[in-house]
């Protein structure tokens, strides 16, 4: 395989015009290539004056020597799309005595019943919420009417927190199984583009139809579900996990296994509780916490591209970052172009907020959080769970402030810098449903996360014109960025309780890179 690179379009072209000007560009005779396809697409908006797409096109060749001066492309593997044969697998599997078990339907436990019954094993699959088509419904359920159901939210059910987030497909690793995770999505219903754009998302649209598809595929080849079905307890005999009990419908069932994957998400509060009276080490770790910011997406988008171009690109987004005087950072995290503000609480009585974005993010809002970090120093005990009681005594205040209706509590920006409360809203309209009250924030928040947040604001309207705009909006709270607890593994990633794996973000393993997670 060969690579044309640097191809520089400022037109909007269909793949095959792209390929045609790579071909051009690279002076490659049209009857010489096997196969071709787009490797990468990014936009180049350095210059307002001159904002363009860049591409690189792989192409497959019959006689490579001919065209020394390309770049080739080491160990390159053809997508799957193409190739639906070339899917990874384990290097050894082992004899297993029991079906594996694994807690949580989120990304990291579909992934890994993937790579099980892809090797020939037979997972049990346990969520304590529902399937993602009853999950719509009680989600906007909730969105209309405020009623919650503490078991399936946005943050419990099939696909996990992210399902009704954005999906972006990003990472800070460089690790072969990230192509796998694309091929995989696109395997089951994504966009072919999420292979090669610089920032894929997938949209909650599109996920909801990519997790049934995942689901049925995985039952037929023996993984068993059980929705609605509550892991309570944990047996564990010598150090070693024999059994887990369940609920479901107020019916208690034990289940016999010797291999338990923990993929439990960040909000698994009563979960870590049990598991640490079980005697599963674990730590606290540093998490974030903060507000959601709501522009008008055309504000992003000129800011960002400018006036001049007449390209038709898609909404702009960004991504920011302040490191203070007093030691702390502010960063704008899970940006959703074109989308809203979720109702994201899992507890009765608190509010946390979350975005979400649609694949064609075509909403009149931009939204991202803005959070500030917090470490164990800044926790009131020195238990392994105090960053979960200091997430959950923000979300009550938030609750309380907005109400006590689960109503989130806003305010312009303009009002929080001043410490006012907001009397009245601007152009920006709260996405946020069931309702919003205007309030001011600073009354909840700990002095060192809204002096912070306040730096950060001034800093960012000078790296993105108009990110302090007076009408910006902020909504609180904040508080699920990632989790606040690590449950320690060994290097061959065993808990000190054998059989028990703990992976993805619930284990704070994830918390440097996300996968459809937000």
């Not at 997790?211 to 150090?239: C, P, S, W």
């Not at 640490?276 to 080490?281: L, N």
Request: charged share 20%; hydrophobic share 35%; proline share 5%.
């Amino acid at each position: 395989m060969l690579q044309i690179n640097e191809i520089k379009i400022r037109k909007d072209l269909t793949e095959a015009e792209v390929f045609e000007i790579a071909l051009k560009k690279a002076h490659v005779k049209r009857d010489d290539i096997l196969s071709w396809h787009i490797a990468r697409k990014s936009i180049d908006a350095r210059k307002k004056d001159d904002v363009h797409y860049t591409y690189s096109v792989a192409i497959e060749v019959t006689d490579e020597k001919k065209y020394r001066k390309l770049e080739r492309v080491k160990n390159f593997e053809m997508p799957t799309f193409l190739n639906p044969h070339a899917l990874s697998t384990l290097s050894t599997l082992p004899t297993l005595s029991s079906r594996p078990v694994i807690v949580g339907c989120g990304p990291a436990g579909l992934f890994a019943a993937l790579t099980l019954v892809q090797n020939g094993a037979k997972p049990i699959i346990i969520e304590q919420g529902q399937p993602v088509e009853e999950r719509q419904k009680t989600i906007e359920e909730f969105r209309k009417n405020g009623k919650l159901n503490p078991a399936s939210n946005v943050q419990f059910g099939e696909g996990g927190a992210g399902t009704f987030s954005d999906g972006k497909l990003t990472t800070g690793i460089h690790s072969p199984f990230c192509k796998k995770v694309l091929e995989e999505f696109v395997r089951f219903g994504a966009p072919k583009q999420i292979l090669y754009f610089s920032k894929p998302h997938i949209g909650t649209d599109n996920l909801v139809c990519i997790l049934k598809n995942m689901r049925n595929y995985l039952m037929a080849n023996g993984a068993t579900f059980l929705f609605n079905t509550k892991v309570i307890d944990f047996e564990i005999h010598n150090q070693q996990i024999t059994s887990l009990h369940t609920i479901c419908d107020g019916i208690q069932k034990k289940v016999e296994t010797n291999h338990v994957i923990l993929a439990i998400g960040h909000s698994s509060r009563d979960t870590f509780e049990k598991l640490y009276e079980k005697g599963i080490m674990m730590e606290a770790k540093n998490f974030s916490v903060g507000v959601r910011i709501e522009h008008l997406q055309a504000w992003i988008n000129e800011a960002q591209y400018g006036s001049i171009t007449k390209l038709k690109l898609p909404p702009a987004e960004y991504k920011l970052a302040y490191h203070s005087t007093n030691g702390r950072s502010c960063y704008t995290f899970c940006m959703c172009p074109g989308g809203m503000v979720m109702p994201s609480s899992s507890s009765p009585h608190t509010i946390v907020t979350n975005g979400m974005s649609y694949f064609l993010r075509d909403g009149k809002n931009a939204n991202s959080a803005l959070l500030v970090n917090v470490t164990p120093d800044d926790f009131e005990e020195s238990s392994p769970l105090a960053g979960i009681y200091f997430q959950k005594s923000l979300e009550e205040k938030a609750f309380l402030l907005g109400g006590s209706h689960y109503f989130a509590p806003v305010q312009r920006t303009e009002d929080f810098l001043k410490n006012q409360k907001s009397e009245m809203l601007g152009e920006v309209e709260p996405t946020y449903q069931p309702g919003v009250t205007l309030s001011n924030l600073n009354e909840i928040l700990p002095n060192f996360v809204s002096d912070t947040l306040k730096e950060g604001l001034v800093y960012f309207n000078t790296k993105l014109k108009g990110f302090a705009h007076p009408d910006s909006l902020l909504t609180g709270v904040e508080t699920r960025s990632s989790s606040p607890v690590k449950i320690l593994r060994n290097e061959n990633l065993v808990s000190n309780v054998s059989g028990i794996y703990p992976c993805g973000e619930g284990a704070g393993y994830a918390g440097r890179y996300h996968v459809c997670c937000c």
